[in-house]
C-alpha cells in the first residue's frame, strides 16, 4: 500500500518557477531550494510556525532543466549549501551559509579558473574516510564533453579547504559526450559516486545511455587516473534526469526518466562491478516533459520508494524492486525530489503549477 502524505503550501507567492530540490537534515527538518520567475534561488525551512522563506544575496541562477543543488551540513552546525549554475556566466557558483552567505565562482577548469558548466550536483561528505573533509562540498558537473568533480577539501590536518588539487576530469569525452544530467551521492561506507548518461549519436541517431562513475582516491588524488566508470545501461535508450541512492547494504538504485518510451526506469545495482545491474519499468506512458522529475530514496523501514510526476499528478510507488504500489499524492508532480529520513518518514517537494508543494508521510 503507498503511504499516505499530508502536503502544504511552501511558497503560493505565484513567483516560483522551479529546479526543486528537496533536503533534510539531521533534526528531520525539510529545505527546500528553488528558483524564481527572475532566476533569484530560493530557500525555504521548514519551523513550527511554517515555513521560514528567504531569497540568497546571490546573482540569478540559470534557467535550465536543472535542479538548484543543496545540502545540510551535520549537527550541531546545520548550515546550507547551494550550488548551481549562472544565468550571467554559465560558471558554477557555491555557498554557504554561516553566519552570513558567502558564495564564490569554483575553478571548475583544473582547479585554476572558472568555466562554464552544465548539470550541476552537490553532495557534502560525509567523513566516513577522512574525518577531516567531514561537511566538505563535492560537485559533479560536464564541463565542455565531459564529466568532471570538484571538491573543496583540506589537503593535510589543519589546513583550510581549498578547491586547488582537488578538481579533476572523471569520464574524458570526445565523439561520445560525458556528464548529462549528473546525480550524485554516498554509499553507506563513504565512497562517492556519480549516475549521469552519455550523448552518443551512431548513424545520426541519438541516445543517451546510463552510466556511473566509481570515484576513489581522496583530497589531491588524480580521481581521472583512479576512478571506474561503467555502463549501467547499454541499451538504445534515450535517459535524462536520474536520481540516485543506497541501501545500508551497499546497493544502489538510480531512478530516471526514458524520453522514446515516456517512461520512468529505475536500474538496481551491486556494490561491485562483478554484479551486473538490473533495469525495469516502474511508468509508462509519462505525460509532458516537464513532469518527468523522478526522485528515489531507500529508508531503513521502507522497501524502495519512487516519486514522479505523470498526467498533471504527483504519484508515488512504493516496493521490493521486483512489484510496485503506485498511488497519486496530489495534482502537480513538476520537479519532484524525495527524501526518507531516519525515522522512516517520507518526505517530498514538487510544483503544482508556479506554487512549491510539500508533502510527508510517517513511517
Not at 136 to 154: C, N, R
Not at 267 to 279: H, K, N, Y
Not at 310 to 337: P, R
Request: include cysteine; charged fraction near 20%; glycine fraction near 12%.
Amino acid at each position: 500500500m503507498a503511504p499516505e502524505f499530508s502536503t502544504e503550501v511552501v511558497d503560493g507567492s505565484g513567483t516560483a518557477s522551479g529546479q526543486i530540490s528537496l533536503a533534510v537534515d539531521e533534526t528531520n527538518t525539510p529545505w527546500i531550494a528553488y528558483a524564481t520567475t527572475g532566476g533569484s534561488v530560493a530557500l525555504a525551512r521548514r519551523e513550527k510556525e511554517g515555513w521560514i522563506r528567504q531569497l540568497l544575496p546571490s546573482e540569478p541562477a540559470a534557467r535550465d532543466a536543472y535542479r538548484i543543488g543543496l545540502a545540510i551540513s551535520s549537527y550541531p552546525g546545520l548550515n546550507p549549501h547551494v550550488a548551481y549554475q549562472s544565468k550571467a556566466t554559465d560558471h558554477l557558483i557555491y555557498g554557504v551559509r554561516g553566519t552570513e552567505w558567502t558564495f564564490e565562482e569554483v575553478p571548475t577548469r583544473g582547479g585554476l579558473f572558472a568555466g562554464p558548466v552544465r548539470f550541476v550536483s552537490l553532495r557534502l561528505n560525509p567523513g566516513s574516510a577522512v574525518l577531516a573533509n567531514k561537511d566538505t562540498p563535492d560537485l559533479a558537473y560536464q564541463s565542455g564533453t565531459s564529466l568532471w568533480h570538484a571538491a573543496k577539501a583540506p589537503h593535510s590536518a589543519g589546513q583550510p579547504p581549498r578547491w586547488k588539487k582537488n578538481v579533476h576530469e572523471v569520464d574524458q569525452g570526445g565523439l561520445v559526450e560525458t556528464g548529462w544530467f549528473t546525480a550524485a551521492a554516498y554509499t553507506p561506507y563513504g565512497l562517492y559516486r556519480i549516475a549521469y548518461f552519455d550523448n552518443w549519436a551512431p548513424a545520426g541517431q541519438i541516445w543517451r545511455r546510463l552510466r556511473m562513475a566509481r570515484v576513489a582516491g581522496g583530497a589531491g588524488t588524480d580521481l581521472s587516473e583512479q576512478s571506474q566508470v561503467e555502463l549501467l545501461h547499454d541499451g538504445q535508450i534515450l535517459g535524462s534526469r536520474p536520481s540516485m541512492t543506497f541501501a545500508d547494504s551497499g546497493e544502489g538504485l538510480v531512478s530516471y526518466y526514458e524520453r522514446n518510451e515516456r517512461a520512468i526506469r529505475f536500474c538496481i545495482f551491486g556494490d561491485t562491478l562483478e554484479e551486473p545491474p538490473v533495469t525495469q519499468v516502474l511508468s509508462e506512458g509519462v505525460e509532458g516533459e516537464e513532469e518527468a522529475y523522478s526522485a528515489c530514496s531507500i529508508g531503513e523501514h521502507l522497501p524502495i520508494c519512487v516519486v514522479y510526476g505523470a498526467g498533471g499528478q504527483l504519484m508515488v510507488a512504493e516496493g521490493d524492486g521486483t512489484t510496485f504500489t503506485v498511488g497519486d499524492i496530489e495534482a502537480g508532480g513538476a520537479w519532484s525530489d524525495l527524501v526518507i529520513d531516519r525515522e522512516g518518514t517520507v518526505h517530498v517537494a514538487h510544483m503544482n503549477g508556479s506554487e512549491v508543494r510539500y508533502g510527508a508521510a510517517a513511517p
